[in-house]
C-alpha cells in the first residue's frame, strides 16, 4: 500500500494511492506521522488504508502538489555502502580506501528534519556554496517504538520505505569536516523524502536470502543516467541499521534512517574521486536530478537560486586569561 501526503485547494490531505492515481483521502488525518503513532505498527496502518480505500475517491494524483509523504521528528542518515565510501573519500578527504573503523558498525549522523521537502519542490544552492551534489538513497521509517532492538524483531518496527535525496554542499562539509565534527552546514538546506511512503509488506517480495531489499535504483541528470546500483548492495540490512540505532536510546514512529549513498554514481562525488576530476561537474540553477527506485517510484527535483549567506566574523582569538 502506499501513502501519499498532499496539497489540493489550499488543503492538506493525507491518503492511499490506488495504482490508476486515484487519491483516497484517510479521514481526519492530519499527517502521516500523526496517523502511524495513533496505531500499532504496519498492521494497524493497513487496516486504515484499506477503510479508505473504501470511501469515495478524491483527486488524481498529477492534479495535486505532492508533499513529503512524511515530516520525520529525527533523521539519522548511514553510510552503508562501501563503494560510495572510497570514492567519496578521495573526492572529499583526498585519500583513498575505505576506513578500519567503517566496518565495525553502520554508522549514522542526525540530520535536518527541518530541510524536508517533496517529491518535486525546487532545491536552493545551499547560502555559500558552489559545488552541490545529490545522494541517492532509500530509507526506513519506523512504525512503532523501540530500544535495544535486535534485527530479528527490528523488522516489525519498519512500516514502509520511501526515496531519500541528502543533497550536499561538498565544498562546504569538506571544510567544515576537518574540524572532526558533522557535516552541518554542507548538508542542511533541502532533502528531499518521496513519493510516497510504500509499506514495508510491498517489499517483500524483492527481500533476497540474506535479507537485503534487491531494487534497481537509478540516477539522472538533466535526463542522462549517471547513476546505477542495487540496493542490496548495502554492507547492512536496514533492520541491522535499525537495531544499532535503538541501541541504548529509542527509535519512535516516524523516524527516518536513510540507507546511505549507493555506489556507482548514486553521487557526483563518487565519481569525481573515481575519475579525478568533476565529471559531471556540480549542479547549477536549472538543473534537475532524477532519482528512480524499483517499487519506490521517481522523486524529480531542480535546482534554483539560493540565499546569499549572511555574513559572520572569523574566531576571534582569545588571550585564555583566567580568573
Not at 533523521?75 to 578500519?100: A, C, I, L, N, Q
Amino acid at each position: 500500500m502506499r501513502f501519499a501526503t498532499y496539497e489540493h485547494q489550499h488543503r492538506r490531505r493525507v491518503a492511499v494511492i490506488e495504482e490508476d492515481g486515484t487519491l483516497h483521502p484517510v479521514p481526519g488525518a492530519r499527517s502521516l506521522v500523526e496517523l502511524i503513532r495513533s496505531g500499532d505498527g504496519l498492521d494497524a496502518l493497513l487496516d486504515v488504508g484499506a477503510a479508505a480505500l473504501d470511501d469515495p475517491p478524491g483527486p488524481q494524483v498529477s492534479g495535486v502538489r505532492l508533499l513529503p509523504p512524511l515530516q520525520p521528528p529525527t533523521v539519522r542518515d548511514f553510510v552503508t555502502f562501501e563503494e560510495h565510501v572510497e570514492g567519496v573519500r578521495r573526492s572529499v578527504d583526498g585519500v583513498g580506501g575505505v576506513p578500519d573503523a567503517w566496518y565495525d558498525a553502520p554508522t549514522f549522523y542526525f540530520t535536518n528534519p527541518y530541510a524536508i521537502i517533496g517529491p518535486h519542490d525546487d532545491v536552493p544552492v545551499p547560502p555559500g556554496s558552489g559545488v552541490l551534489d545529490f545522494e541517492l538513497e532509500v530509507a526506513a521509517v519506523i512504525g512503532r517504538e523501540g530500544r535495544d532492538l535486535t534485527p530479528e524483531n527490528a523488522r516489525d518496527h519498519i512500516i514502509g520505505y520511501t526515496i531519500f535525496n541528502d543533497w550536499s554542499a561538498r565544498d562546504l562539509q569538506s571544510r567544515e569536516m576537518q574540524v572532526r565534527l558533522g557535516p552541518c552546514k554542507g548538508k542542511d538546506t533541502a532533502a528531499t523524502l518521496g513519493p510516497y511512503l510504500v509499506t514495508a509488506d510491498e517489499l517483500e517480495p524483492h527481500r533476497d536470502a540474506d535479507g537485503f531489499l534487491r531494487l534497481a535504483l537509478t540516477a539522472e541528470v538533466n535526463g542522462e543516467v549517471v547513476g546505477r546500483d542495487l540496493l542490496s548492495n548495502m554492507s547492512w540490512t536496514f533492520e541491522e541499521m535499525v537495531a544499532y540505532a535503538s541501541r541504548g536510546t529509542v527509535v519512535g514512529p516516524g523516524d527516518v534512517l536513510g540507507s546511505g549513498t549507493c555506489g556507482n554514481g548514486g553521487c557526483l562525488a563518487e565519481l569525481w574521486g573515481v575519475r579525478g576530476e568533476q565529471s559531471p561537474p556540480p549542479l547549477k540553477p536549472g538543473d534537475t536530478v532524477t532519482l528512480t527506485v524499483e517499487g519506490l517510484g521517481s522523486v524529480s527535483n531542480t535546482v534554483v537560486v539560493g540565499a546569499d549567506p549572511v555574513p559572520l566574523p572569523t574566531a576571534r582569538r582569545r588571550t585564555r586569561e583566567r580568573p
